[in-house]
């Protein structure tokens, strides 16, 4: 962390001079290995129709996190973790097994989840105030043990990306032409809804669970205004997601608002942006 400390030194901003606000150091580090693995992950949940159900897996984070409190867990980000895998495992089979709508599925499971969290943190009259900072979100209060964290995620991440991308973009098109070349269809969901249930769920301290969609759809679903090829769309939400993140970090520092809702203004500024450019070239 010294070495990223002192590369920051050279910026001519305030809370860049050595020794001061290690807090916007330590955020704009998290900024810059987050956004990048939302960016990435968001373009298959566009691509695959699954913007509902990422918003359903932080709901049962949430659901997660209250389980972990009440249950005396030191840090409840495990118990929630664990709930948001056992939430996507859940949501993936019965959508397979019941053949129903997957829309219907979620907005099942997602009525249940939220109904349970509110239900067990305001259990013999409990204030639900002291889950408020989970709704927003405050990066700001990231630690270095969370950032190794999440860069060991973004490292897992890319390496299951190319084992994932071609069986998952295969999937989108058609799962009847995916299963006759032989992929798992329902593996391979799986796998990528534990994967993106993970990545929610650590982030939604930091980023808040009334705007932790939004991260995951905005920069793929303005990539994909513009881009005609599968490397410029990934590559191209990337940057996005990236431009975002740290515009809206220095911005909310500036301002003092949330960073989470300020990060999310600009993605839709950007997503406004090319649909008018779009909307011209067609």
Sequence with gaps: M??????LSVLPFDWAQPGHMIFMKNALLAVIIITPLFGLIGTMIVQNRMAFFSDAL????????VIGVMSGFFSPLWAAIAF?????????????RAHMNSDTVIGVFTSMSIAAGIFLSTLNGNSFNKMNAYLIGDILSITTG????????????V???????NPLFLSSISTSLAQSRGVNVLLIECVF???VAVIVTI???WVGLLVINSFLVLPAASARNITRNIRSYHLTAVLFSLFAGIAGLLTSYYTGTASGATIILFSSAIFMVTFLMRKRAA
Excluded: R
């Excluded at 010294?2 to 590369?7: A, D, E, G, P, R």
């Design 146 to 157: 969370q950032i190794a964290a999440a860069a060991i995620v973004l490292a897992v991440t």
């Design 203 to 205: 982030s939604m301290s």
């Design 159 to 165: 390496v299951l990306w190319v084992f994932l991308l």
């Design 2 to 7: 010294n070495l990223w400390y002192q590369m």
């Design 193 to 195: 809804s534990a994967l």
């Design 84 to 96: 948001s895998l056992a939430f996507s495992f859940a949501v993936t089979l019965v959508k397979h």
């Design 58 to 65: 932080g709901h049962g984070a949430f659901t997660g996190i």
